[in-house]
């Protein structure tokens, strides 16, 4: 298919050193997001997603592999008009705006660092951006200690939509709000998208809501994707085991989508003491794993040239 | 669960009024909630809606300057709200217990587990020596489901990852057998499959031990599959009460309703709205019903504090639509 490609990871690896142990964040990852398209990234905790979010964000650099932006490989460190068309939208909002700083200030910023308007239009700049995530105006003159979670997620977004980006990481963004502050904030983010073309990466532990908004989704299991595809089709036909138990965990409201989730072995043991798998990541804590499981890293795979895994036993093969 | 029995716990038109620089805030505004003895109930509501500052009152943990108490908390035969240093000795991390919010703010940070541990045991009074505490905190370690003690009772907690100071932090919470644990928010910091695993382990050891829980949480799937009952709070009322099936079945309230109605549902049919606008500002709260600037069914007798009715057996729903005589 000849699809059009935003932003492409390419076989991309990173370990860290803690002490004397060598923790391997990432491994080959690839993947890919189209122009105006949702990618989401879940997995579990200490995953990788994070440390994927900052090198497509070109903020650190992979160990092997390389991010490509519209087909051309990205140089670290990033010339400053590459680093305006990649921005980033947090969990703690306040860690992207400055405490010192009012929101106006804070929204100001890229303008004049990218001499995005003339002086003397920046003010109205900012209090467009304000209105476009629906913050009132007087907001520009408040600190963000001043503000509700919701109101500073809005105001951290306004700051990431001052550069004009041309993709944005959102790493976790409404998972200190409420359902209903989430709702309004993840609107604002389906319309800003269908506005102004925006390629989201979405990184989230909130499966129901990535059902809802991403068009696409990849599984990360211990550093690698394990399963990649439409969300729908990842949704209703995982295949990749980890996936099965991880959308077998999603607490839901109602007996409707409590028949959707696909069924997993109940596992209350934990699992400090872990066996190495050179195979499969997963293979200690898979029910399923066959001999080849233990010895050798399956490869990705697909059937249709959409929806990806890598796994010797997928869930179709047996139910 | 038996209804004939005594509740174990029951808060009695709680309210808690805070004296602060910029005026008064009246946050609690007249709490009621029974949690019956081996109950599992849960207490949800938006954030900001009072749920920690119900549990932290029910713990004795709230004693700010400014505070003025209005209502009644009995735990079994003690007035908490009279008790003592002595009864409160008597009482919490024994009898009652809570499991806080974050695991990293709730352990010390210089001790490691064996210590902290050993530390709650001695005061369960059924154990004497460090040596004594240890042996019985390598079962309740396996307990909750911790596959080598050891290694995890000599970690320090940053060691350790959020899951598992998460299993025990619930180890310490139900090491001395408590009748009541209040746990709020456990598993908030962990993922998916981790706080599914958590909330089973705790549904199996309260199950097994007798002991009652009462979960805070806003999420409401998490409430689904953990608890028998349900409180539904907003700005510092209960707004509705019922069995989990009923509830989940049939929300009354139109705050419950709007709340369920924000949740994104897993079987894809897009994005859900929100409710418009936020928890009031708890020093000019709104007559009446507090929900009635939100709600999309206020009318004029909605500025009066609105009537308590039970719409089937145990479900009860404080709302004037309620209280009207309804024709078809
Ligand atoms: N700067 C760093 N130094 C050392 N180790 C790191 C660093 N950043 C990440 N790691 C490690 O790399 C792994 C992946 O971490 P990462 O933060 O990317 O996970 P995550 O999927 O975002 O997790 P979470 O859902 O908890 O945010 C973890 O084992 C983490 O401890
Ligand atoms: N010590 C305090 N002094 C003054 N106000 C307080 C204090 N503790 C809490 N509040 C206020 O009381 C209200 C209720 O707070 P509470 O922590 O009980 O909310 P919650 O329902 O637990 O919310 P969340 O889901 O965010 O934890 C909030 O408006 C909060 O700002
Ligand atoms: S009492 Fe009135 S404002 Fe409150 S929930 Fe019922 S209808 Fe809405
Ligand atoms: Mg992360
Ligand atoms: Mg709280």
Not at chain 1, 77 to 92: E, F, G, H, S
Not at chain 2, 50 to 78: C, N, P, Q, W, Y
Not at chain 2, 290 to 311: D, G, K, M, S
Request: with cysteine.
């Amino acid at each position: 298919m000849a699809e059009v490609t935003r932003i492409e990871a390419v076989g991309v690896s990173k370990a860290y050193r803690v002490g004397d142990r060598r923790v391997q964040a990432l491994s080959r990852v690839s993947l890919r997001a189209a122009p105006a398209e949702t990618l989401a990234v879940v997995g579990e905790s200490g995953s990788g997603k994070s440390t994927l979010g900052r090198i497509l964000l070109g903020v650190e650099r992979p160990d092997e592999g390389e991010i490509r932006l519209d087909s051309a490989a990205l140089s670290l460190p990033l010339p400053k008009a590459m680093r305006r068309r990649l921005q980033v939208v947090q969990q703690n909002p306040l860690s992207t705006l400055n405490p010192r700083r009012t929101v106006g200030q804070s929204v100001a910023l890229p303008l004049r660092v990218h001499r995005l308007v003339a002086p003397r239009q920046t003010t109205a700049r900012v209090r467009e951006l304000l209105d476009l995530v629906g913050l009132p105006t007087d907001t520009q003159d408040r600190y963000p200690n001043a503000l509700s979670g919701g109101q500073r997620q809005r105001a951290a977004l306004a700051r990431a939509l001052a550069a004009e980006p041309d993709l944005i990481v959102l790493d976790e963004p409404t998972s200190a709000l409420d359902v209903s502050v989430q709702a309004r904030v993840l609107h604002l983010l389906i319309d800003l998208q269908a506005r102004i073309g925006l390629t989201y990466i979405f990184i989230t532990h909130d499966l129901s809501v990535v059902r809802n908004i991403a068009a696409r989704v990849a599984v990360l299991y211990r550093g690698r994707v394990v399963e990649t595809g439409p969300t729908e089709a990842v949704f209703r036909r995982p295949r990749h085991r980890y996936t099965t138990m991880l959308l077998s965990a999603i607490p839901v409201v109602s007996a409707a989508e409590e028949a959707v989730k696909p069924q997993w072995p109940q596992e209350t043991r934990a699992q400090t003491a872990e066996a190495e798998s050179a195979g499969c990541t997963f293979a200690p804590r898979c029910p399923f794993a066959l001999d080849p499981c233990w010895r050798t890293p399956p490869p990705i795979e697909s059937a249709d040239g959409r929806h990806f895994a890598a796994c010797y036993n997928p869930k179709d093969a047996t139910s | 669960m038996n209804d004939a029995a005594p509740p174990l716990l029951d808060v009695d038109g709680l309210a808690l009024s805070l004296a602060r620089f910029d005026g008064t805030a009246r946050i609690l505004n007249g709490v009621d909630l029974v949690v019956f003895p081996g109950e599992r109930v849960a207490l949800v509501g938006e954030s900001g809606c009072g749920k920690t500052l119900t549990a932290r009152m029910i713990m004795g943990l709230f004693d700010e300057r400014g505070a003025s108490v209005e209502g009644r908390i009995r735990f079994d035969d003690d007035d908490l709200l009279a008790l003592d240093a002595r009864g409160w000795d008597r009482l919490r991390g024994r009898r009652l217990t809570m499991i806080f919010q974050d695991p990293v703010a709730a352990l010390n940070p210089v001790f490691t587990i064996a210590d902290q541990l050993a530390t709650v045991i001695l005061r369960g009074g059924q154990a004497h020596t460090r040596v004594e505490a240890r042996d019985l905190a390598r079962p309740a370690l396996a307990a909750v489901a911790i596959a080598d003690p050891d290694r995890v009772l000599d970690s320090y907690p940053f060691q350790l990852s959020g899951g598992l100071n998460q299993r025990v932090l619930i180890a310490m919470a139900l090491v001395n057998r408590p009748a009541l644990v209040l746990a709020d928010e456990p598993g908030t910091a962990l993922d998916v499959t981790v706080q599914a695993q958590t909330l089973a382990l705790m549904h199996n050891l309260t199950d097994a031990s007798g002991a009652a829980v009462l979960l805070i949480t806003h999420n409401l799937g998490v409430v689904r599959n953990f608890a028998q009952r349900v409180y539904v709070m907003y700005a510092g009322s209960i707004v509705e009460e019922a069995p989990v099936a009923e509830l989940f079945a049939a929300p009354r309230h139109p705050y419950t309703q709007a709340l369920f109605a924000a949740v994104p549902r897993l079987t894809g049919e897009g994005l859900p709205v929100g409710i418009e606008g936020g928890v009031p500002d708890y020093r000019v709260p709104p007559p009446g019903c507090r929900f009635h600037p939100r709600c999309p069914h206020a009318r004029p007798q909605c500025h009066q504090p609105p009537p308590v009715i039970e719409v089937a057996p145990g479900h009860k729903v404080a709302c004037v639509l309620f209280g009207e005589k309804r024709d078809g």
